[in-house]
């Protein structure tokens, strides 16, 4: 009989519960530069491919070739965050739409020759768009046929759009098997540069962007607006998913391939919790159609049982990344991190703290999609180790968040048992507080732990959703990272240490949880106790209280037969009809000798009260004894009728 196959400790089902029917690949032509595709559809833009009205761009953009327009959760998703921006306004000199936001780095490799295109600074969401609005590539493309023309500046843009409008994108990335036709005048398959027209010297062109990386923080309408306004029909298609998961905080890490197209799009979402110490929260500026903040922020202050400084808060953030291209030349990197929780100062990643890096005596050109750890001069320039370079860096800085969210809540759990937890039953004995004090404190202790627990409890499953994302990645998706050179292949190995660190904070994070459970039982153990005994206070007061009250009726009662009773039946006596009491004078001395006479019997009546049990006992007992003798006498009377 096979044995059943059981889930690891924690609850958590293992990865291999559902059963991929193929792994998928990396494709070996990604490896090759190539040159049988046209890229200057590149330079049009989906919603003009699409012919997407200003009121429809968003749900437009975000609608897949297969989806029903009745349903399109992650167009509602993005709709509720571009609430009150639109594309017309973004395209406009003259409107706020936010600060500095975003990097751009685009670079071109043609020929074995590295060529940049001239940085630009920090772009707010307005300046980022007219700068991805420039044509990537300066050529451009007829339509149906294989063959590269030059051109130069905005002509060029407008003749690759204006030749591609019905061009679909099957049409231009089809074929990545086929090998390209052979030209005389190019018989290595370079592409063509644009020459001079041998009219007045020009700006020299600048170069294609064949590697663009785009960095954004704290991702807002006016950003999203930016990217889907300039987003070819290539790169929509990874924007889209990548653009929901991170409004969404999704996880997910993997390689998908779009159906029926030589694409790869590498990407992670990692969301996660951050723990700050301030004096006021830093809560997120983005709101939804109904004011909603797009990230939570929760004070948490309760946790910290000695300190009385600043305040302690838990927010959520997210990083996502995306990498998606046609080859290792041609590709394009989307990074977008949350920052707004840290204050104004070194501590918070911003666009302007890494220009000014940049522009300071031995700065460094620092990539913010690494976190400025490797210098943008010197970063790989093949899709798959680049992505595993920003993959590395930024789930080591995850994992730094993480410990010091497992740390925070440890320590305040201890100081919880030293505080509070042993007190509970030893505080009535060793202490001269009153029992309203003992009580209270019990009440607030088991507060505290059911708010511990449920704190707990929602963060071990958000950081095993990030562990579960990862050995979904193990199990589906590691096979497309094979054949990395050696420095991909250590950056490989260095994820998989800090996944493997990860999952213990993961399983501290469930001790912590389990810890939580046996603190709160016992917690309620003692509150139920200390309702018990007050309850019985209660009752021992009320039966108190009652017998109170009977001694003070009975004390009326005496005071009513002894006093006032005698004194109102003579009265009454005499003050009836002579020819009725006749033999009683109505006079002075009847009345007392009445009063007096009432007054006795009124006396005798209390002390037969007193002594009623003892009376009836008597009695029972002497009408038993006769019982007794009358049913002997019947028995003795009835043996000697039976003997005659």
């Keep these: 009989m096979a044995q059943q196959k059981r889930n690891p400790p924690g609850g958590r089902p293992g990865p291999s519960r559902f059963l991929s029917l193929s792994h998928p690949e990396w494709n070996p032509i990604f490896a090759t530069r190539r040159t049988n595709l046209q890229y200057g559809v590149e330079n049009g833009t989906c919603i003009e491919n699409r012919g997407l009205l200003e009121d429809d761009v968003v749900r437009g953009f975000m609608k897949d070739g297969d989806e029903s327009d009745a349903c399109l959760p992650r167009a509602d998703k993005i ?26 780095d685009e670079r071109s490799c043609a020929g074995g020759k590295e060529q940049v295109r001239r940085y630009r600074g920090p772009l707010t969401a307005r300046q980022l768009y007219e700068q991805l609005k420039r044509p990537r590539f300066s050529v451009a493309v007829a339509a149906g046929t294989n063959k590269v023309s030059g051109g130069s500046g905005s002509e060029s843009a407008s003749a690759a759009t204006a030749g591609n409008d019905n ?195 031995d700065g460094m050109n620092a990539d913010p999609l690494t976190y400025g750890v490797i210098d943008a001069e010197k970063t790989v320039r093949t899709p798959r180790e680049y992505f595993l370079s920003c993959f590395r860096i930024r789930i080591t800085q995850v994992k730094h968040e993480w410990v010091q969210v497992v740390a925070k809540i440890r320590q305040n759990i201890r100081d919880y048992e030293q505080t509070c937890q042993y007190p509970l039953c030893t505080s009535r004995e060793r202490s001269s507080s009153t029992a309203a004090e003992h009580n209270e404190m019990v009440k607030s202790s088991r507060d505290w732990i059911v708010q511990v627990k449920r704190l707990t409890t929602q963060l071990f499953q958000c950081l095993s959703k990030t562990v579960g994302a990862w050995e979904n990645f193990c199990l589906n998706h590691a096979t497309c990272f094979k054949n990395l050179s050696s420095y991909g292949e250590r950056a490989l190995r260095d994820i998989e240490i800090t996944f493997t660190e990860l999952d213990s904070l993961r399983n501290e994070l469930e001790y912590l949880a389990e810890s939580c459970s046996e603190f709160a039982q016992e917690a309620s153990f003692h509150y139920w106790l200390i309702l018990e005994l007050r309850l019985i206070l209660e009752s021992t007061e009320v039966g108190n209280m009652q017998h109170k009250i009977a001694q003070d009726n009975k004390g009326l009662a005496l005071i009513m037969m002894i006093y006032i009773s005698p004194i109102a039946l003579s009265a009454a006596i005499l003050s009836m009809n002579k020819d009725v009491i006749s033999f009683i004078p109505a006079n002075f001395g009847s009345f007392i000798g009445l009063v007096f006479v009432f007054g006795i019997l009124g006396i005798l009546i209390l002390i037969m009260r007193q002594y009623e049990n003892w009376y009836w006992q008597v009695f029972m007992a002497l009408n038993g004894q006769r019982g007794w003798q009358g049913i002997g006498l019947r028995r003795k009377m009835k043996e000697d009728m039976e003997q005659s």
């Excluded at 709709?79 to 395209?91: D, H, K, N, R, T």
């Excluded at 370079?190 to 990386?213: F, I, S, T, V, Y």
Aim: proline share 6%.
């Design 79 to 104: 709709e509720q965050y571009c609430f009150g921006a639109s594309l017309e306004a973004l395209q406009a000199e003259k409107g706020d739409v936010g600060g500095p936001i975003a990097w751009l």
């Design 167 to 361: 061009l679909s994108l099957e049409l231009v990335l089809s074929d990545v098997d086929s090998e390209p036709k052979p030209d005389s005048e190019n018989p290595h398959g370079e592409e063509k540069r644009p020459k001079d027209l041998d009219l007045e010297p020009g700006p020299e062109p600048e170069p294609d962007a064949e590697q663009r990386k785009i960095f954004i923080t704290n991702l807002d309408r006016w950003g999203i607006l930016a990217l889907i306004g300039t987003a070819s029909e290539s790169q929509a298609l990874g924007l889209r998913d990548t653009l929901y998961k991170h409004l969404a905080w999704e996880n997910f890490i993997g390689v998908t391939f779009p159906p029926g197209l030589p694409m790869f799009q590498l990407a992670f979402h990692i969301p996660f919790y951050v723990w700050r110490v301030s004096e006021r929260a830093w809560e997120d500026h983005r709101l939804d159609s109904n004011a909603n903040r797009l990230r939570q922020c929760r004070d948490v202050s309760f946790l910290d049982w000695k300190s009385s400084g600043p305040s302690n808060f838990l927010y959520e953030a997210q990083m996502s990344c995306l990498v998606a291209g046609e080859d290792d030349s041609r590709w394009v990197a989307y990074g977008f991190f949350d920052t707004y929780f840290d204050a104004a100062g070194e501590a918070k990643e911003t666009v302007e703290a890494y220009h000014d890096d940049a522009i300071m005596e």
